[in-house]
């Protein structure tokens, strides 16, 4: 036959109207790796772990270091991990979870050498028989869902362990310093629904490391499911932390409210000593504030002051605060994150401060504050800030006078 005889068809298909297939409860699986190629790739990585773990120099852990956390990298985030066929409780390999913004999937082992795991791996893609619940029996390969989707199987690095505010910090080069210390969120194994011995193991670790850095001892919170440490350390140090422990699952920035706390709880005298406020522009907006007065010599306030003033009939010419209150709202009032601007030592005021003093306030409170003062006791403070005035008679006195003219 001639090739004359079959010209071939030319033209073009195009869809007018399509009907969108609806699935089950399932999403679809995308296409597993090849056994031959993905068994020997994932046995070859739980080999590189259990040799970097034995590579470790002895004295760089803690004496009671002797657990391992592993990250378990997926390849797609859209295809998640199973994380519940990762874990091995009868090996006492523990899941601590997962991370949606990376998909990674952390385990705290006894040992690097991940007994079961290594197991599945050997048989990954190998057909299996399955007796079904109605008896029949089924071929599938092993292990596919368990493990198609792992990218790596490594020793949790820095890129396992830390949050989206360090994330950001580090990419953006908002870390001042390497060197610089800075407020962390340590989150370490322990929380009070686990075992009391968690929490304790990890607490002696941490404590006895930090010290090597900072004299100061860590804040502490324990959580249902971990134990958190608030810890003032330069980033160096914070490395050198993970390093030496076992038990440190993720590290973060503090987040602002626990900051704030942190720096007010025991303020940094050094750091605010050296503070750098720099004045808003001439024609920034005033925030004015009626209350105590304010300390106009507060080096977290001084240079944003414009004008402050008192309106008591006696103390028109001291408009400083004694109380206290006055000049914390005025930091209020221009310090969105006071804790982060005590850590960088400087910070642009976006506006200025009017200060009107109107309220005659204690130096001293009662243990409830303000509220909990008597009025006579506020009165009598009181007067120590006004001149002299002749004394009031006692009640006996008022008794006698009145029996007299009676």
């Keep these: 036959m001639g090739e004359e005889s079959y010209g071939l068809l030319r033209g073009r298909a195009v869809a007018s109207d399509f009907k969108q297939v609806v699935g089950g409860p399932k999403r679809a699986s995308p296409p597993r790796p090849d056994p031959a190629m993905h068994r020997p790739r994932l046995l070859a990585q739980l080999d590189a772990v259990a040799a970097a773990e034995q590579a470790r120099p002895a004295e760089q852990r803690d004496a009671d270091a002797t657990r391992e956390v592993l990250a378990i990298r997926p390849t797609d985030l859209a ?12 090996n006492d390999v523990r899941v601590i979870g997962s991370d949606p913004a990376t998909g990674v999937v ?5 040992d ?23 008896g029949t029996i089924t071929t599938s390969p092993a292990h596919v869902a368990a493990l198609g ?12 362990l830390i949050g989206e505010r360090l994330r950001s910090w580090l990419g953006a080069g908002s870390l001042p310093s390497a060197d610089a210390k800075v407020w962390f969120e340590v989150a370490c194994s322990g929380g009070y629904r686990n075992d009391p011995t968690w929490s304790a193991r990890s607490r ?3 404590l006895r490391q930090i010290a090597r850095f900072s004299s100061q001892a860590p804040e502490e919170f324990e959580e249902p499911e971990e134990l958190v440490f608030f810890t003032r350390l330069s980033l160096n140090e914070l490395r050198q932390l993970v390093e030496s422990v076992d038990c440190i699952f993720g590290y973060d ?17 050094r750091e605010i000593r050296e503070f750098a406020l720099q004045a808003p522009p001439p024609n920034a907006p005033a925030v004015v504030i009626l209350d105590t007065g304010i300390a106009t010599e507060h080096p977290l306030l001084k240079s944003a002051i414009l004008d402050a003033s008192s309106v008591v009939p006696t103390l028109l010419d001291s408009p400083t605060d004694s109380f206290g209150h006055g000049t ?5 009032a221009l310090y969105p994150d006071l804790g982060r601007a005590l850590e960088e030592r400087r910070y642009v005021a976006p506006h200025w401060i009017q200060s ?10 009662s243990p409830l504050g303000h509220a909990g003062a008597s009025r006579g006791r506020r009165r009598v403070l009181e007067a120590r800030e006004r001149p002299a005035a002749r004394p009031r008679r006692g009640r006996k006195e008022n008794q006698k006078d009145l029996r007299r003219k009676l």
């Design 106 to 110: 952390l385990l705290d082992a006894p």
């Design 356 to 365: 009107v003093r109107l309220i005659v306030e204690t130096r001293a409170r």
């Design 149 to 160: 989707a792992i990218s790596e199987v490594v020793l949790a690095t820095e890129q396992d």
């Design 204 to 206: 002696t670790q941490i």
């Design 328 to 332: 914390k709202m005025a930091g209020v």
């Design 253 to 269: 920035i503090v987040p602002t409210e626990i900051l704030t706390w942190l720096m007010l709880k025991d303020p940094p005298k």
């Design 79 to 90: 295809d998640p991990l199973n994380v519940e066929q990762l874990g091995d409780r009868a």
């Design 112 to 134: 690097p050498q991940l007994a079961r795991l290594r197991a599945k791996v050997a048989e990954y893609g190998e057909l299996k028989e399955r007796k079904q619940k109605d």
